[in-house]
């Protein structure tokens, strides 16, 4: 049996340039490690991500969970066998013993569980995808359907569009290097456009890589991305999604849309009418986290896949929820919102057995770790969105999945439904 050595974790920086953790587990099989992402627009149901709130970092440095992880964690993970996913995060779990893993963090637990699985394929002589398929129970694993984030808006740009994601979902793409491929020009000519309409500052990016253009209203980045779809000729290939992300301008009892105040039945009605007049197949978070009629009335009027991120948190009795009062019919796997790999199995085990979708997610803080790309895979989940075809936290996840396409696993567009 292989054992765990040494755990070791410090303290790095993410995409935004906060502080992160890392995990470092040691075994006879050599080193492991991990890194875990922090998100901007977060769901008050999410496992606490642990900060020191002192002056260092501006109140955002992470030593207190590092310490956990060095310490507590450390000393309880030495001589375990890092094949035992489960165990070591029931263990860690148990470990810290508050149901919003608050008390050791969710980024100090979840940093040494990825790195766990990490030490438990090395230990299996085999890849990190098929040591998560084997642990998930996945028959046949598949490359994911990208839903790449090409204009920001909300929380994660600077900007006045309320909707924190456009997106462009390459569906019937032959391969995923073919979806990438699209992609990418896809990219580059909404690049070209937003200059000449805007000026260079247009093509300013988000935090994920996507532009972040002086737009206004809801509708006109769906317009300016269908009209690049049509001139590039893949209106046959490619899809639109939105992620919304109502909480974020949910204030009291009414929504603030373009300035205006707004209704939870008249953002349902808008709605309606964006599924009718552009190629868009999905939608997050469509209203208030809390709104899950709202959510079930959508999902019963429209074809949309309607996916649960604040809503559910990667959260399993939110989720089930979720599923009696039919708000969803797929979920957004966000492994920090929960805080360990097991609980996030479970998470999508579930989902699929409710016959919903489920898309693995990066967050908008990421680190160079593609951990999530063989997430995916190892799940057989169908959809992946990591961002746009830009920077190289994003990079990171896309490339890793064209690597494991050359394996022969099949892309999962053929038969991928969204409604």
Same mark, same amino acid.
């Given at each position: ?18 502080? +992160? ?16 992402? !922090? ?5 008050? =149901? ?30 309880? $993970? ?7 996913? *489960?165990?070591?995060?029931?263990? $860690? ?11 050791? &963090? /969710?980024?100090?637990?979840? @940093?040494? !569980? ?7 394929? /090395? ?7 098929? =040591? ?15 839903? $790449?984030?090409?204009?920001?808006? &909300?929380?994660?740009? &600077? ?5 924190? *994601? %456009? ?7 032959? @391969? ?6 699209? @992609?990418?020009?896809?990219? =580059? ?11 260079? !500052? ?7 890589? #996507? ?21 590039? #000729? %893949? ?16 204030? &009291? ?45 959508? =999902? ?26 039919? @708000? ?18 479970? /998470?999508?085990? %579930? ?9 693995? !997610?990066?967050?908008?803080?990421? +680190? ?10 190892? +799940? ?23 690597? $494991? ?5 099949? %892309? ?8």
């Amino acid at each position: 049996m292989v054992k765990i050595l040494a755990v070791k974790a410090r303290s790095i920086l993410d995409s935004r340039g906060n502080p +992160t953790v890392e995990c470092d587990i040691k075994t006879e099989k050599g080193l492991s490690r991990a890194s875990v992402p !922090s998100g901007a627009s977060t769901g008050s =149901h999410e496992a606490v991500e642990l900060r020191d709130n002192a002056k260092a970092y501006l109140g955002k440095g992470v030593e207190r969970a590092v310490k956990n992880v060095n310490t507590i964690i450390a000393r309880a $993970l030495k001589g375990k066998d890092p094949t035992r996913q *489960e165990e070591i995060d029931k263990l $860690l779990i148990e470990l810290d013993g508050t149901a919003n893993k608050s008390k050791l &963090g /969710a980024n100090a637990i979840l @940093s040494a !569980s990825l790195a766990c699985a990490r030490a438990g394929s /090395a230990a299996k002589g085999v890849e990190l995808f098929e =040591h998560i398929q084997k642990i998930s129970s996945t028959k046949k694993c598949t490359i994911p359907v990208p839903a $790449l984030n090409i204009i920001n808006g &909300g929380k994660h740009a &600077g900007n006045k569009i309320d909707v924190q *994601e %456009y997106m462009i979902i390459p569906v019937k793409a032959k @391969s995923f290097s073919h979806a990438l491929q699209i @992609s990418s020009e896809i990219y =580059h000519k909404l690049k070209e456009t937003l200059k000449l309409r805007f000026g260079a !500052s247009a093509t300013n990016v988000g935090d994920e890589g #996507g532009f972040a253009p002086p737009l206004d209203c809801i509708e006109e980045p769906l317009e300016l991305i269908t009209d690049t779809i049509i001139k590039l #000729g %893949y209106w046959k290939e490619v899809k639109l999604g939105m992620d919304v992300a109502a909480t974020s301008f949910w204030k &009291g009892n009414k929504y603030l849309v373009e300035g205006k105040e707004t209704t939870a039945d008249l953002l349902l009605e808008r709605y309606e009418e964006l599924a009718k007049t552009f190629p868009l197949v999905s939608i997050e978070d469509p209203f208030y986290e809390e709104d899950f009629e709202h959510f079930a009335q959508l =999902h019963t009027k429209t074809d949309l896949q309607i996916i649960g991120d604040d809503l559910l948190c990667t959260n399993l009795s939110r989720i089930k929820k979720a599923a009696e009062h039919h @708000s969803c019919n797929a979920l957004l796997l966000k492994m920090n919102q929960i805080g360990t790999l097991s609980e996030a199995l479970a /998470a999508a085990s %579930y989902a699929k057995s409710r016959h919903w979708n489920v898309m693995v !997610s990066h967050r908008s803080g990421e +680190t160079e770790d593609n951990f999530i790309a063989d997430l995916c895979v190892g +799940t057989a989940s169908g959809q992946i969105k990591a961002g746009a075809p830009c920077r190289g936290e994003r990079l990171a996840k896309y490339n890793q999945l064209l690597r $494991l396409e050359e394996k022969g696993i099949k %892309y999962a567009g053929k038969n991928l439904r969204f409604s």
